[in-house]
Every structure is written in structure tokens, then in C-alpha cells.
């Protein structure tokens, strides 16, 4: 107790911690082959040092681990029919800048209407327009903005170039997409796949080239239900009828990951659905609950001390299968989530309980980076993921990315997760992290606090090195 205590203390005196991101200058270097940096940047260039651009250079040329994705396989895409309000909601899941144009107003109902390809594109447009101009600017409407022009080649989305950009995302549906845009473009050599919408048939015999897998057990043997236990059983051909069973089926699950080979971790994003702290459940009362969901339905209350004590047994098994275990934290999706069930802290007891298990923490905790930052300086088995931060905010990334390279051990930072569902905002995403990771490394090497050849080295890490140690990569690049 009085360790947690002092850890909860130091959180605080984190919070505090001044900023040392000095001046906030952005190039417009390449990210990639054929990238380009910020958007608003390419418009309002303020001056590059020489330290910069040789920084970037440098940048530009490590060939990236893509630590987190929801992408659908091309050949899934290519049975799609994507459009440019395919980039604000698709079919199944709500988008980045979809959840902006619903937070500056429009109505939820509209965004289901733009999504809706019976209705006129015109119409369609007509229920965007009032909004975009007032989330364009946004680090998701920034990200659309860079894919339509580096990829389409329209220099911005407005009024008079919406109907074209749509066109060309409509005919860019071709075999071969996907390697240019992540592998060519982005310079993506493996993507850690977190594969959770719509059933992808083309996922049945494994991920496709330059891809791995994650995981997630939230909705199995975590989230219980009589329907769903019944499901289990069918799966791995056992009969479940008491928490024994059942945990001689998640035996068998983590046997079966470890011998296909390409799962590399676990992902959990209960975050979304409830608070992350989870109780050491006695497995007396847990067999009590698990028992009486074959008699009726739990509510989400009741379940609880159940899903506790079922995480705790994924998070006991990651450590002894050597999984690294994902976990969401800080900011979700869409409107109208709880931000204050994903705080990290949440998780000390797991962090202090199973010392074998690699935690790593998602989207740097947005906006619990404080709590973050103590957390991964003080627990050898919690890492920090920045995936989906740049586009969140590249200027609170390169604030955090500064404060991190101060206090946290380099290795266990990884600075690049796409975080999307259609392969444009990957690439953009990527052109944001890159400058993001450079601005910082060469404001660092301008204050004296590394030299260029120290910056260099941590580039690698952070976009490439770290993750293929973490996850134990080698073997499939």
C-alpha cells in the first residue's frame, strides 16, 4: 500500500513537470518515398536547421513496425466499395474524423446517412459541409487532408474537390493498393494486427504478408455469458460446465495461439465498457458467478468480480506464454465514452502481481500522461505505446515525446501505431509520426541534450527496434 501510494504521489509531481520541447518549429521533410510532412506546415513553413534536416533524412529512411491496426486484408477491401465518406464511418465502425464532425454538431443521424450509399453522394456532402471547415483542422481532419493530397493528389478537400477525391478513391480498388500505400509509401515492413469489426474471411488461414496478430479474449472467456461458454466449447471441442473447464479451454486457447506462430501478444480494450481496475477475485466466489450464468442472464454488475478474476488468469497466462499484453488506455473512440475508466493507474495491481507479464499501454494514455510516464519509469514490465497519439495531437506528442525521453528507459517506448481501418489514414498517420518523432530528436540535439548520432539511435528504436525486441519479430522480417 504505501508503495502505490508514493507512485500515486509521484503522478502528481508528473503532471507538473515543465515542458522542454523548446521552440515549436515544423519542416515539411518526406516521410517515406513520397510523403511530405504537416499540412499546415507545407503552407506556413517556418525555418529548418540544418540539424533538422538531417535528422529527418535520417527519420525518413527507417523502414517502420506498425505496433497497432484494425485494416481488413485487401482482398476483404476489395469486395468494399469505398468513397470519400468511407473516411468519416464505414460500414461497421465509426471513423476518427466522423467522431470530430459528430462532436462539432452533426447529428448522429447524418453520419449515418453520409454512410449510406443508396443516398446521393450530393446530399451526402451537404450533411458534411457544414462541419468540416471547423474539424479540418483537427489532428484527424489533418490526416485526411495529407492522404487525399499525397496519395490522390488533391492539395485539399473542400467544396470543389470532394466529388474528385471520391472518384479516385473509388478507382484506386485494385489488387496492389495496399503494398504501395503501407509498404511503398508509408515504408511499413510489419503491422501487428488488432483485428475486431467485421468478420474478415480473409483472416480464416492467417493475417496476409507483412502482417502478425494480436489477440483478444475480451469477448470470450473475459466477457461470459451461457451463449458464450456454449461458443467456447464448441471451439475447442471440450464440455464446460464448471470454471475448471473453462480454464483448461483457455489452456488450450493460449497452446493454440503459441503454435500458429503469428500471434505475438494480447489485446485487451475493455475501456470501452467499464472501469480497467480489476479485483484478485477469490476463484471460490468466481465459480459461485460462473455457475449461476448457466441459471440466467448478469448484469454487467453482477458479472464483474467474474471478469476480474478471468483477466487476471489472461494476464497470469501472457507472462508465462511470454505475450505481450496490450492494453487500452486513456481517450476512446466516438463520443459519449467514460475517458476516467481508462485511467492507467488503474492496472497497478496487475503491474505488481504478475512481474512476468509485459504490459503495454496504449495511445500514451491520452490524457493520463503523467500517470503513464511514472508508471513505465518505475515497473520493468510496463511499456509505452504512442499509437494513435501523433494524430491526436502532434503537438501534445512532441510535448510527451520530450518529458518521455527524460524519464523513460528508451526501449520501452514505441512511437508508431496506425491505428485505422482504411489504409490512406495508416499512410498519413505514418507522414505525422515521422515529423513528430524528428522535430523533437533534433530539439533535443539542438539543446545539447543528445548529439546527432544519439538521436539517430533512438529514431531506430522508437519506429522500429523496440517493437521487433518486444514482440520478438525477427523471425518474420
Keep these: 500500500m504505501e508503495r502505490e501510494l508514493l507512485i500515486l504521489a509521484a503522478v502528481f509531481l508528473a503532471a507538473a513537470f515543465s515542458s522542454c520541447s523548446g ?39 527507417i523502414r517502420l513496425v506498425d505496433t497497432h491496426e484494425h485494416l481488413i ?9 469505398p468513397d470519400f465518406f468511407w473516411w468519416f464511418q464505414q460500414p461497421w465502425f465509426p471513423q476518427y474524423s466522423g467522431a470530430d464532425l459528430v462532436s462539432a454538431g452533426l447529428p448522429e443521424d447524418d453520419l449515418q446517412f453520409i454512410i449510406d450509399k443508396k443516398n446521393p453522394l450530393v446530399e451526402r456532402w451537404e ?34 474537390t ?82 475448471d473447464d473453462l480454464l483448461a479451454a483457455l489452456d488450450k486457447a493460449f497452446q493454440e495461439l503459441v503454435s500458429k506462430g503469428y500471434y505475438v501478444g494480447l489485446k485487451c480494450a475493455q475501456a470501452y465498457d467499464r472501469v480497467i481496475y480489476y479485483e484478485n477475485v477469490p476463484k471460490a466466489q468466481a465459480e459461485k458467478l ?20 478471468m483477466l487476471h488468469q489472461v494476464a497470469e497466462r501472457a507472462g508465462r506464454y511470454d505475450l505481450p499484453f496490450q492494453i487500452h488506455t486513456g481517450i476512446q473512440a466516438g463520443p459519449g465514452n467514460v475517458v476516467t475508466n481508462s485511467k492507467p493507474t488503474h492496472l497497478l495491481n496487475l503491474f505488481q502481481q504478475y512481474p512476468r507479464t509485459k504490459f503495454v499501454l496504449f495511445h500514451g ?51 508508431f501505431g496506425g491505428d485505422y481501418q482504411f489504409p490512406e489514414g495508416t499512410y498519413a498517420h505514418s507522414v505525422i ?23 539517430v539511435w533512438i529514431a531506430r528504436r522508437l519506429l522500429r527496434e523496440n517493437a521487433i525486441e518486444l514482440f520478438r519479430l525477427e523471425r518474420f522480417l
Design 290 to 309: 460462473f455457475a449461476e450464468i448457466f441459471k440466467r442472464d448478469l448484469t454487467r454488475e453482477e458479472r464483474k468480480p467474474l471478469e476480474d478474476f
Design 433 to 455: 509520426a515521422r515529423q513528430v518523432v524528428a522535430e523533437t530528436l533534433a530539439e533535443k540535439v539542438e539543446a545539447g541534450y543528445l548529439t546527432e548520432e544519439e538521436a
Design 127 to 160: 450533411r458534411v459541409a457544414p462541419y468540416w471547415p471547423v474539424i479540418k483542422f483537427t489532428g484527424f481532419g489533418q490526416a485526411l487532408r495529407i492522404a487525399a493530397r499525397d496519395i490522390y493528389g488533391i492539395p485539399d478537400i473542400d467544396e470543389n
Design 73 to 81: 486484408t485487401e482482398k476483404f477491401w476489395l469486395t468494399q466499395e
Design 365 to 415: 494514455s491520452f490524457p493520463y500522461m503523467g500517470e503513464l510516464t511514472v508508471l513505465a519509469k518505475n515497473y520493468p514490465n510496463v511499456y509505452l505505446d504512442m499509437c494513435w497519439l501523433p494524430i491526436i495531437s502532434p503537438t501534445v506528442t512532441k510535448e510527451w515525446l520530450h518529458k518521455w525521453l527524460e524519464t523513460v528507459p528508451v526501449n520501452k517506448i514505441m512511437a
Design 162 to 243: 470532394w466529388q474528385e477525391l471520391s472518384k479516385r478513391i473509388a478507382e484506386s480498388k485494385k489488387a496492389g493498393f495496399y503494398n504501395k500505400v503501407l509498404h511503398d509509401m508509408a515504408g511499413i515492413d510489419l503491422v501487428i494486427l488488432d483485428q475486431i469489426v467485421l468478420a474478415d474471411p480473409f483472416l480464416s488461414g492467417g493475417p496476409p504478408e507483412r502482417t502478425v496478430m494480436v489477440k483478444r479474449f475480451d469477448y470470450t472467456f473475459i466477457e461470459l455469458n451461457r451463449e458464450v461458454v456454449d461458443s467456447i466449447s464448441k471451439e475447442y471441442g471440450m464440455s464446460i460446465k464448471n470454471l
Design 23 to 61: 521552440e515549436r518549429g515544423r519542416g515539411t521533410g518526406n516521410a517515406g518515398p513520397s510523403g511530405a510532412g504537416y499540412l499546415a506546415a507545407e503552407r506556413h513553413k517556418s525555418p529548418e536547421s540544418d540539424v533538422f534536416l538531417r535528422i529527418k533524412r535520417e527519420v525518413d529512411a
